[in-house]
């Protein structure tokens, strides 16, 4: 778990630090099994995500008794489907949508294209029954909840992205139509910029100096993300041509995907000189709460 929060939360921020530390100190995967479930996906996506990792934890005390990252993956998952009761679907929750994505990232991982599929389709509805690209059903979630969500809204988009300029022929399911992506304004879906550890369930603290950190670069990730498809300018997008359009004609593709490349080019320019990969490190950079583990 270690490992996760401090090399794997970074790009999959499924969890509120502090909260997921609590639950782990309360042995909370010893009587709730969602949350058994988030942590054998966790180690799974850790697994094979991290396979430097893998002859470590063989080798401890306490070690892992199987032979493979895929075996281990393997039974992670099988564990997480034996779980899982006729009424698991019945009460649809954030944590359920981590499990799913989480086991989507660790068959990717290790090119199991097919169950990595089917796993990403189960967090696609997920997220849509909860509506994470629909900022009006967000009024009621507490702070916690509000975060959470709006981070696994970019995470399952950056898959959508992936899909839309790869995946011509359609041959893979999309998260988002046209209509449901021109309707959505990303400023309002991006997270707030403070790391969990100033997000209280009911109050969101500001640090005395902002700085930035983790969630800094998960806004200017989502940014770029949001560029390859989409104006970076919320209601200035111009009219751009229909995915199957695209699909039969290659003009009309290469025009389109100039007009993005040209909306990227300098996206990056103007972020803190910490975050530049031409700018010096910064102390209070690295002195992040999120660093500190």
């Keep these: ?10 790009l ?15 042995d909370r995967d010893c009587d709730d099994s969602c949350f058994l479930g988030l942590f054998l996906a966790i180690t799974a996506v850790v697994i094979a995500t ?18 493979s990252r895929q075996e281990t993956v393997r039974i992670c998952a099988d564990r997480i489907m034996k779980l899982r009761t006729y ?15 989480l086991l989507y990232i660790a068959f990717l991982q290790l090119r199991n294209h097919n169950r990595s599929r089917m796993m990403d389709v189960e967090a696609m509805q997920i997220a849509r029954l909860l509506d994470l690209h629909c900022i009006s059903e967000y009024e009621g979630l507490n702070r916690i909840e509000t975060q959470l969500r709006k981070k696994g809204f970019w995470l399952i988009f950056y898959g959508f992205v992936h899909a839309r300029l ?3 022929f359609g041959e893979q399911l999309s998260y988002l139509d046209p209509v449901l992506l021109q309707a959505i304004n990303p400023e309002d879906l991006l997270p707030v910029e403070v790391d969990d550890e100033f997000i209280l369930e009911h109050e969101v603290l500001m640090p005395a100096t902002p700085t930035p950190c983790l969630v800094t670069g998960f806004i200017i990730h989502s ?15 111009p009219e ?10 290659p003009k009309i593709q290469i025009s ?6 040209q909306s990227l080019k300098y996206l990056l320019h103007d972020i803190p000189p910490a975050l530049q990969l031409w700018g010096p490190p910064s102390e209070d950079n690295l002195k992040s709460p999120a660093r500190l583990g």
């Design 240 to 249: 751009e041509p229909c995915p199957c359009v695209c699909a039969h004609d």
């Design 50 to 67: 991290l396979p430097s990792r893998f002859q470590h934890y063989r080798s401890l005390s306490t070690p892992l008794r199987f032979q």
């Design 223 to 237: 940014r770029v993300f949001w560029a390859a498809i989409r104006s970076p300018v919320p209601g200035q997008s």
């Design 256 to 261: 389109y995907l100039q007009t993005r490349l």
């Design 87 to 101: 009424t698991y679907f019945d009460e649809i929750n954030f944590q359920k949508f981590a499990i799913s994505y």
């Design 12 to 26: 999959i921020p499924v969890v509120h630090r502090p909260s997921f530390r609590q639950a782990l100190q309360e």
């Design 1 to 10: 778990m270690e490992d996760y929060l401090n090399i794997i939360y970074p």
């Design 166 to 168: 790869q995946n011509m």
